[in-house]
């Protein structure tokens, strides 16, 4: 009586055929990008819900501060949570000074009440902050992080990230950085707000 089963031969051949499909996928779908284009996506969200929280803000407090801490001033400084260093002109990121020539000042905490990274206290608005905490970037590093400026005197602001995923960045095929698309004034990050010309 013969016993049914795989030979030695076969299941090499199987074995094969898996690795060479493993690979094609591998080289097809590039886990590594398809992650940093997840991480742009949630950068995107982020910028675009903090907009809208603070027009929010701006729309319905009687009397906005959008540098509500005091000794920290819109007018010379940009905001972050990543630890770029106080001393980086324009929250310097990427070799890139998104601010100008403000000075970075760098606060980790998330709190929605004025104390956070952004210095403005969204706890303020009568039905409630709309962010229960503040967002920070998915990688939150010297390159990849997000950034705040504000002008207190025309109550606009600025909120900057920059893009990873060959997609996203500058020259993707669904390039969110190039001012064309952003309204922006540098190329290589992405820019939202209220700012005209977005140039805080």
Same mark, same amino acid.
């Given at each position: 009586?013969?016993?049914?089963?795989?030979?030695?031969?076969?299941?090499?051949?199987?074995?094969?055929?898996?690795?060479?499909?493993?690979?094609?996928?591998?080289?097809?779908?590039?886990?590594?990008?398809?992650?940093?284009?997840?991480?742009?996506?949630?950068?995107?969200?982020?910028?675009?819900?903090?907009?809208?929280?603070?027009? @929010?803000?701006?729309? +319905?407090?009687?009397? /906005?501060?959008?540098?509500?801490?005091?000794?920290? =001033?819109? $007018? #010379?400084?940009? &905001?972050?949570?990543?630890?770029?260093?106080?001393?980086?002109?324009?929250?310097?990121?990427?070799?890139?000074?998104?601010?100008?020539?403000?000075?970075?000042?760098?606060?980790?905490?998330?709190?929605?009440?004025?104390?956070?990274?952004?210095?403005?206290? @969204?706890?303020?608005? +009568?039905?409630?902050? /709309?962010?229960?905490?503040?967002?920070?970037?998915? =990688?939150? $590093? #010297?390159?990849? &992080?997000?950034?705040?400026?504000?002008?207190?005197?025309?109550?606009?602001?600025?909120?900057?990230?920059?893009?990873?995923?060959?997609?996203?960045?500058?020259?993707?095929?669904?390039?969110?950085?190039?001012?064309?698309?952003?309204?922006?004034?540098?190329?290589?990050?992405?820019?939202?707000?209220?700012?005209?010309?977005?140039?805080?």
């Amino acid at each position: 009586m013969k016993t049914k089963g795989f030979t030695l031969l076969e299941l090499v051949i199987v074995i094969g055929i898996l690795a060479v499909l493993g690979t094609v996928s591998v080289l097809v779908l590039n886990p590594a990008q398809l992650f940093a284009q997840a991480r742009d996506t949630t950068r995107i969200q982020d910028l675009d819900t903090m907009k809208s929280a603070l027009s @929010l803000y701006l729309s +319905s407090v009687s009397s /906005p501060d959008l540098d509500f801490t005091g000794a920290l =001033s819109c $007018t #010379t400084m940009c &905001f972050s949570a990543a630890a770029i260093g106080a001393a980086a002109d324009g929250c310097i990121g990427a070799d890139v000074a998104r601010h100008g020539a403000k000075t970075s000042t760098v606060d980790a905490t998330r709190e929605n009440d004025g104390n956070g990274w952004v210095p403005v206290a @969204l706890s303020g608005i +009568s039905g409630g902050a /709309p962010l229960a905490v503040l967002p920070i970037d998915p =990688s939150n $590093t #010297t390159t990849y &992080f997000y950034s705040y400026a504000c002008d207190n005197t025309a109550k606009t602001f600025e909120l900057n990230a920059n893009m990873e995923s060959d997609r996203y960045k500058n020259g993707g095929n669904d390039d969110r950085e190039i001012n064309t698309k952003d309204g922006g004034t540098v190329n290589t990050i992405y820019e939202v707000g209220t700012d005209s010309g977005l140039d805080l």
